[in-house]
């Protein structure tokens, strides 16, 4: 298989999404958890609304939505600045540690983003990160105005780059993701943030089901929709030597 490209998915694959826990409960002490991960249900569920009513808005203004829908809901009453302030901690999520290394390992690759975050959001987090240099191209949905896992959006993907289908890896930890890429015909690595053995041994000694182990369950697994990655990674460093096995195959 001839690879030209690797690319990949943003939040939650290459940038940590629990990493604004800190803003969170700095902001709202005690329900800095819940606030995290009802946020990022609810940031994911506005892009398929707005997808299904075909009422496209940028992701930043999804953002700032779910995150007043979380806050509310709570009955934290935010006020519009507090929701602005607190939703730039998408900015500046965490790079997961081992996503330097592993860009630099695939140098010899063109790499690419294609994310649902707009164009200023991801420049301010790839800049953030300092990878702006690792990457070729950074690619937004904003582009072509519909969310993923629309199949417009991983055809703007190869016209972007000039390339086939079957020279583009597309990498992404998220379910939903990885079955739109697959089911658009890209050849797809899963990168598993959340084993499965792990995940049911957490439920199993849970007392209760707190929101940070409800959202490994909805968000961290395999989507059951009869398309799965070719390949499931533990870590984006083990890309490497997955993509240097598909050259020799």
Known sequence: MSIK?????????????????????????GHGATITQVWRLKQLEYTWLRALMDRYEDFWTV??????????TLGLAPSPELVARIATAYDALSLYP???????G?????????????????????????????????????EIGVYKPD????AHVEKRLGLSRNEILFVSSNGFDIAGAKAHGFHVARIER?????????LAAAATIDPTLMFKALRMQPEQLGFQADATIAALTDLVSYVAGLRQA
Not at 63 to 72: E, M, V
Not at 195 to 202: Q, V
């Open 106 to 142: 695939l140098a010899s690759y063109r790499l690419a983003i294609y994310s649902n975050g707009s164009p200023d959001m991801l420049k301010r987090l790839v800049a953030h990160a300092g990878i702006t240099d690792l990457l070729e191209t950074v690619i937004s949905v904003d």
């Open 151 to 154: 199949p417009r959006g991983y």
């Open 63 to 72: 953002t700032r939505d779910s995150l007043d829908f979380t806050l509310r």
């Open 5 to 29: 490209a690797l690319v990949f998915d943003a939040y939650g694959t290459l940038f940590d999404v629990q990493s604004v826990a800190a803003v969170t409960d700095a902001a709202f002490p």
């Open 194 to 202: 959340v084993p499965a053995g792990r995940l049911r041994g957490e």
């Open 98 to 104: 081992e996503a330097r290394t592993a860009l630099e």
